[in-house]
């Protein structure tokens, strides 16, 4: 005669000839294993119920092997869970809702993100000189008007604004906060 199990985790049933036979303790202990069976699977499931996260650091192995129970799948690979609720930091307020997805691993700054900043020149001056016609007559750049000689001192100077020149390479940067990974799997059935 071969033992039976109970229905959740198989414990084996002690062999009796009857299911109704008292045990050696003077009761029946096949049924009090069924019981102690279900027992134990409504508090697991309590403890886990349908839409649960469950974390190992180090055991890759489904949740259902290692429970015993449920149906499970690997959950928010990549991503770093983030609490539902609204949330002020004291210059922005979130409101984030169940199951939404937010961020970037790398981020290129658009102009309004950049900080506000200035860049300066001091300035500077040209004296305008310019040679009229093929025989070499100055003339003043600024009125157009003819000039007897080169006469530095009769010129205007005009001012004039310098290009300030661009920098860096415009490329995305990282932003990932600091994290560690772990499996997760949430319980769907």
């Known amino acids: 005669m071969c033992p039976t199990y109970t229905t959740n985790y198989n414990l084996a049933k002690p062999l009796v000839n009857d299911p109704t036979d008292e045990d050696l ?42 429970l015993g129970f449920g149906t499970w799948t690997a959950f928010g690979a990549g991503q770093v869970p983030l609490g539902v609720g609204t949330f002020s930091d004291g210059v922005t ?14 981020h290129t700054l658009t102009s309004n993100e950049m900080p506000t900043h200035t860049h300066t020149d001091s300035g500077h001056t040209h004296i305008v000189l310019s040679q009229q016609g093929s025989v070499g007559k100055p003339y003043n750049g600024a009125t157009g008007s003819p000039l007897n000689a080169w006469d530095y001192t009769s010129l205007p ?33």
Not at 162 to 177: E, L, Y
């Open 25 to 66: 303790w003077g009761g029946y202990i096949n049924d009090d294993l069924d019981t102690i069976d279900a027992a134990l699977y409504a508090i697991k499931n309590a403890l886990y119920p349908v839409g649960s996260l469950y974390f190992n650091a180090n055991v890759a192995t489904n949740p259902a092997t290692l």
């Open 93 to 106: 307020s979130k409101t984030i809702s169940a199951g939404q997805q937010l961020g970037e691993y790398n």
């Open 157 to 189: 100077t005009l001012s004039s604004h310098a290009n300030i020149q661009n920098t860096g390479g415009g490329v995305s940067h990282n932003n990932c906060q600091p994290s560690i990974g772990v499996f997760i799997w949430q319980r769907t059935a």
